[in-house]
């Protein structure tokens, strides 16, 4: 049998993917956004037929692998080590990193033997939110943040202010993945006697995050206040977010209003992992 040949993804094999791998809506608008940004996109096909594809999504200092999948009666074969290679040719000056299942024993193998160290667990958590006047208590907590609306389409000087908070508490900026954030979510800028020291989004589809705080004090502030946007602005009654096992005080806050453990990840990187403890995610796809 010969073995599959590696090549450039075609759109519709990208959108078919994206159908066969995240049957819902926003899941498949991200895979598609996150698969055009990217550097490439690569399938292996056999006789024609595609039975793997990978793509990385380049961050400023970091080639985050969004996608890595081998159909089942083509792993043990090489192939997901050479569309891996393929997706992040060009990036031997990044550091490489995914969320992986932390379930999947064959990709932590994976990972291990690709010198990708399992480095945060990452808790992902669902449930009802609590009613407003439950959460505006520590949601006004002790301190007075002020807020600013993250527009849409928004400015270089806010795309800049983004990245500072994001090269602190997640280590690299994604000014790409701002831009998308913005268009399909609703975002905030918290600011502290006029400094910026943070920024939330919530997503109509019952996603909170990500959510970045310069300091551990401001997050549980920071997650009812994403709660409290999320009922006002969608009307929504279950969240869902993705919280680093690092992050104490927001999984403790998250538990204490009902939320329950639904996934595990864990964050895998081929460089020492950023210290996510003021990080909440939103997306396996993207973190």
Known sequence: MNEPEIGPASESEVRAYAARRWPDEAGRRLYVHL???SRGVFVGRDAGEPVGIAFAHDLEGESFVSELFVEPSFRKAGLGRALLRAATRDGNDLALAALVDANDIATLAFCARSGIGLNVPVL?????IPKE???LPTAAGDYRFATLPIDSRPQPTIIGVLGTIDREVRGVERESDHRFFAEHACGTLLL????PVGYV????????GPIAAASAAYVRQFLAFALVAMRRNYGASWCTLMVPGSNVRVLRAAMRIGLKVERSYIFAADAPAADVARYVGFHPLAF
Not at 201 to 208: A, C, K, L, N, T
Request: without cysteine; charged residues 25%.
């Open 35 to 37: 698969a055009t940004t």
């Open 124 to 128: 992902q958590l669902s449930g009802a």
């Open 133 to 135: 006047d439950a959460l």
């Open 192 to 195: 502290l006697e006029d400094e």
């Open 201 to 208: 989004y919530v997503w109509p589809d019952g996603r909170v």
